[in-house]
């Protein structure tokens, strides 16, 4: 009996030790740290004095957005030159479709008059057949039945050349009319839409620059006690955009759209992987080309938060700095294109 409990013992112990450890397991799966798992070399990272400040990183991306923007506001003028194009035609087909119309009521009434001369004409025969009549009545009674048996042949009327070029002149003007409002409120969607994305980029990018600084905290979600990778960015898109993300770095990748560094825009996020790691574990925000103004030179900036290395907590880094090279992953598209 004693033994038998023992075993109902330690068989229930195991279970628990296992149950916890899974636990744990899981819990982890939810949190961020690349550098749990990598080896840091020398030389891995820059020895940074002088970070960008957030004026600095608003000034050059106010150039990127700029330059973006006069490229996609170029192909509109393309497009609104096209449009004018159209509507000079449109106007000298309506131009035209006038002209006709005078034309066409000028001929009514060379019509009308010309039917009025037939008319006193007609009275004046009349008038001549009615004596001829009186002379030779048989004459005129033979006339008379010939004219009551002949009878006026009448033509249909068919749709002339004329009627058909103008219908279909009247189709054209009304196509293009519904042409060119299309366009226009394309067009301005297109340029709101554009103004809207930068905007939304820019309240994401400076909520996060205010975060510099924050310590970093392993499955921290929050400015105190502090951030992991994962938690800065959620918090971060909640915060300034009332955007809701969840879960760890992989996670947020698989919610975004990969897109190519030489197609990231500032506000996407970028990714790292290490050679041991089994999934993604580490995400910042794309912060665009650095204005070399300090001691990171030409390359690409990112936001995030750092566990090791020369700085921790949330700092900018580059993506020329070996470390972050060699983990590199890819970059990811949450909020809509400019």
Not at 38 to 44: A, G, R, V
Not at 64 to 72: L, N
Not at 94 to 120: D, G, H, Y
Request: hydrophobic share 30%; net charge positive; charged share 30%.
């Amino acid at each position: 009996m004693i033994k038998n409990l023992k075993k109902i013992s330690v068989v229930i112990l195991i279970i628990f030790l296992s149950s916890l450890l899974y636990s744990a397991e899981k819990s982890s799966s939810d949190y961020d740290d690349i550098f749990a798992n990598q080896k840091i070399e020398k030389d891995d990272f820059y020895t940074i004095i002088v970070e960008p400040s957030k004026k600095e990183i608003q000034e050059q991306n106010n150039i990127f957005f700029e330059e973006v923007k006069q490229k996609k506001l170029e192909i509109l003028r393309k497009k609104q030159n096209e449009i004018e194009k159209k509507e000079s035609a449109k106007n000298q087909v309506i131009s035209q479709k006038e002209k006709q119309k005078a034309e066409l009521a000028k001929k009514k009434q060379t019509l009308k008059n010309n039917s009025n001369v037939i008319k006193n004409e007609n009275k004046i025969d009349d008038q001549k057949t009615n004596q001829k009549i009186e002379k030779t009545e048989n004459k005129s009674t033979e006339n008379k039945s010939n004219q009551m048996t002949q009878k006026p042949i009448q033509k249909k009327s068919e749709p002339t050349k004329k009627n058909q070029k103008e219908d279909f002149q009247n189709s054209q003007v009304e196509r293009f009319e519904e042409d060119f409002n299309n366009q226009e409120i394309k067009e301005k969607n297109e340029e709101q839409e554009m103004d809207f994305s930068i905007q939304l980029r820019k309240k994401f990018i400076n909520c996060g620059m205010d975060f510099k600084g924050i310590k970093y905290v392993w499955g921290g979600k929050t400015p105190n006690p502090g951030f992991d990778c994962s938690g800065f960015v959620t918090y971060t898109a909640k915060k300034s955009l009332d955007l809701d993300i969840q879960g760890n770095a992989q996670d947020i990748y698989n919610q975004t759209t990969p897109v190519t560094l030489s197609e990231a825009q500032p506000g996407d996020l970028i990714f790292f992987k290490g050679d041991t790691d089994t999934r993604i574990t580490h995400v910042g925000i794309y912060l665009g080309k650095n204005s070399e103004g300090n001691d990171f030179g030409k390359q690409n900036l990112f936001l995030n938060a750092a566990s090791a290395g020369p700085r921790t907590g949330i700092v900018i880094s580059g993506l020329n700095e070996n470390y972050w090279k060699k983990t590199y992953y890819g970059c990811g598209r949450l909020l809509p294109s400019i």
